[in-house]
C-alpha cells in the first residue's frame, strides 16, 4: 500500500481537494496530478492541501505535444506549454512530469526528430527546476494523433540523450505490454524508470482511449510486469491510471475503494 | 498496375465470381482470396473461374488462430482448420496462405509458444504442399484477440525457424507502419517476405478492426514501406486490403475503380 498512487483521471468525478481528501481518508499516500485538475483549485491551494493532507505527488500529467498539433488536430506550441508544465511540477513538489509527446504532424520521421529536438530544449531547464521529464510512450493505436513514441526501445534512446536526472521514461502497463521486447527493454531502462502506471485492457478493445479497466480485469500480466520494473531498480510509486468511461459515472469514493483493492489483488 | 492485387475484403459486397470478373475487367491481374467467399462458390468452380478470366491468387486468407481460440471467445482447433485451408491454397494454386495466429489464451508466453509450436507443426505439410505460410503481425490493438504476433521481428524469428519456401512473413501497413523498428525489420526479412499489404489508417482512429481506409487518407507513406519490403527482395503482388464499412456499403466496381486510382497515387 505504501506505493500506490491514485492518478487522479481514474476518479474523475471528483475535483482535486475531493481527490487528495479522498487519498488521506483511504490510506492512499500518493497521487498523480493532472493539470486541468491543478488549474481548477489552484496551484498554490494544491500545494497547501498536499502539505495539510501529507499526500506526495507521483507525477504531474502532462507536457508534450511538441509535434505542432493536438489530437483535435489544432495547432499547439508544446514546449511553451511544457515549459510551464515544468514551472508547475516544480512549485508542486512533482519530481516528475509526465510527457505525451505528439502525433504525427507531416511525415512520422520529421515527427520523432521534432520529439528528439524538445527534449533536448528542455531537458536542461528541467534539470534547473529539479523536475525530471518522464517520456512516456503510447500505445501504437495512439501513433497518429498522440505519440510518436511508441515503444519504452523508442523513449530510452532519447532520454539517454540526456542526463539521468533530467529525462526519464514512464512504463505504463496498457501501452507496453503487448510489446514482445518488453523485458529486455525495461531491463535496458535501468536507472530510467521515472514511473510505472497500471491497469488493464478491455477485451474486446472497444475505444482506443478508454478501453481500460482496473487491474485484474483484463489480459496483463501485472506482477510480472511490476517484477521487471523492479529488477530494473524502480521502487517509487505504482500509479493506478484507468480512463474508463464507465469507472468516471460513479463516487469517487466507491472507485479508490475499488482501485485499492484491485492494486492488492493483483499488484502489490 | 502489373502487382496491384485486389484483396477480397475491399469490395466485400461483391460475391467471388463478381469479384474475379470485376478485377479481369479492370485490368488487375491479381486477387487475394477469403475462404468464406471461397466455400460461397466451391473450391473448384473457384479455380475455374480464376483460369477463365486468368486472374491469379496473390493469397489465401486464412489460417491460424493456434492459442485454441476465436476473437469472439470460442474454442477452436486452428492446427486442424489450418491443415484444410493449407489443402485449400494448393488447389487453388496460392502460394500463400495467410496467418492470423490467435489472440492471448492463458497467459502471453504461452500463447506466444503455441504459436511457434504449432507453425513447427505445419510448416513441413505446407512445404509438401506448395504452399507458403505467411505469418502476418496484427496491430498491437489486437493482441488480446486475434493476433499475439504484433511486430515483423517477431514473426521473423519464428518464420528462420523453418525453411524460406515453408513459411516467410507478411508486411501489412496498417498493422505495422507505427513500429520504431519496421525498416530494420523489413531488412532483416529480406528472402523472408511472403507478402505486401497496403492500406491507410482512419484518423481519429475509432474502431480497432474497421479505422482502415484506401491509400492515401491517413498517415502511412506507401512509398517508403513499399521501397523497404523492394529493398529486402520482394517484387511479388501488392495487395490492397482495406476493412471499411463505408467502402462495404459501396458497390463493387465503384470501389476497385477508386482502388485502382488509390494505388496509382500513392503505391505505385
Redesign the interface.
Known amino acids: 500500500m505504501d506505493r500506490l498512487s491514485l492518478n487522479q483521471i481514474t476518479t474523475k468525478a471528483w475535483s482535486l481537494p475531493e481527490a487528495v481528501a479522498g487519498c488521506a481518508e483511504a490510506g492512499v499516500r500518493w497521487i498523480g496530478l493532472w493539470r486541468d485538475k491543478v488549474a481548477e483549485t489552484g496551484v498554490e491551494e494544491t500545494t497547501r492541501l498536499l502539505k495539510e493532507y501529507d499526500v506526495g505527488v507521483s507525477s504531474l500529467c502532462r507536457g508534450g505535444f511538441f509535434t505542432g498539433i493536438t ?1 483535435e488536430g489544432s495547432p499547439v506550441d508544446g514546449v511553451a506549454q511544457t515549459r510551464e508544465a515544468i514551472d508547475e511540477a516544480a512549485t508542486l513538489g512533482a519530481d516528475v512530469l509526465v510527457l505525451v509527446v505528439g502525433g ?1 504532424h507531416g ?2 520521421a520529421t515527427s ?1 526528430q521534432r520529439v528528439a529536438d524538445a527534449v533536448g530544449e528542455l531537458a536542461p531547464y528541467a534539470g534547473e527546476r529539479g523536475v525530471r521529464l518522464g517520456l512516456e510512450p503510447l ?7 498522440r505519440s510518436v513514441l ?2 519504452v ?2 523513449a530510452l534512446a532519447i532520454a539517454l540523450e540526456h542526463p539521468a536526472e533530467q529525462v526519464g521514461v514512464i512504463v505504463d502497463e496498457f501501452h507496453v ?5 518488453i523485458e529486455e527493454s525495461i531491463a535496458a531502462a535501468t536507472g530510467r524508470i521515472a514511473g510505472f502506471h497500471v491497469c488493464d ?1 478491455k ?4 475505444d ?1 482511449l478508454l478501453g481500460r479497466a482496473l487491474p485484474g480485469d ?2 496483463i ?1 501485472h506482477r510480472h510486469l511490476k517484477a521487471c520494473v523492479e529488477a530494473a531498480g524502480y521502487t517509487g510509486p505504482i500509479e493506478v491510471e484507468v480512463f474508463d468511461a464507465d469507472l468516471w459515472r460513479r463516487p469517487g469514493g466507491e472507485v479508490l475503494a475499488e482501485t485499492v483493492k484491485a492494486y492488492r489483488d493483483h499488484v502489490s
Chains 1, 2 share one sequence.
Open positions: 489530437p504525427v511525415d512520422l520523432r500505445h501504437p493505436m495512439q501513433c497518429a494523433e511508441s515503444t526501445d523508442q505490454w503487448w510489446d514482445p521486447r485492457q477485451v474486446p478493445l472497444t482506443t483484463g489480459p500480466d
